[in-house]
């Protein structure tokens, strides 16, 4: 779906300018974007899988719910409609516990696609089985949880296993710590 996206400046405020999704990823225009990572209090984290679908990294394992904020749209607002959009679990704001604002920079499909985005990250304890999850085929390809240690050892060795996006270690370590500091602190 080719969305609105406010246009932001290099401080994730918007310009009061908005443009199509496809446009500001054409010509690299900054803009908002969240992920959740959701965690259970047994010390696992809910990965998923991008579509076969998806233009950018198909297959590869990622964050629980990630998307782009809709212009006019609150942060916490995209990070809830994502989840639902995603998983299909509905979750409030509160739900929410809000780490990080991390500067994403990449270039895909030979430049045809270059993200400058401002990733709001949230931590979220899932409160339901795997099972009652729904994920949508167009995002979603499967969901799994894995231990904090798996998570860790699979993130280590991503540069041989093709796990997760190679280039993204350093985030996914600091992920870790977070949602460890979380359940254990």
């Given amino acids: 779906m080719d969305e609105y996206l406010d246009i932001v400046d290099k401080k994730g405020r918007p310009t009061g300018k908005t443009a199509l999704k496809s446009e500001v990823h054409k010509k690299g225009w900054l803009h908002n974007t969240i992920h959740v990572w959701f965690y259970t209090l047994e ?33 916490e607002e995209a990070a809830v409609r994502e989840t639902k959009e995603e998983i299909g679990l509905n979750i409030h704001a509160n739900d929410l516990r809000r780490i990080a604002t991390h500067f994403h920079e990449g270039s895909y499909n030979n430049g045809a696609i270059q ?4 990733h709001h990250i949230f931590i979220s304890e899932l409160k339901v089985p795997l099972k009652n999850l729904a994920p949508q085929p167009n995002e979603v390809e499967a969901l799994k949880l894995v231990s904090l240690d798996v998570f860790s050892e699979l993130v280590f060795n991503s540069f ?26």
């Fill in 43 to 75: 010390g696992e984290i809910l990965l998923q899988q991008r579509s076969h679908k998806k233009l950018i990294c198909p297959l590869l394992w990622d964050v629980s719910v990630a998307g782009h904020v809709d212009a006019g749209e609150a942060i």
């Fill in 115 to 118: 993200d400058n985005e401002f």
């Fill in 160 to 185: 041989k296993n093709m796990h997760f996006v190679e280039s993204n270690s350093d985030y996914y370590h600091y992920i870790a710590g977070e949602i460890y500091n979380q359940i254990f602190e």
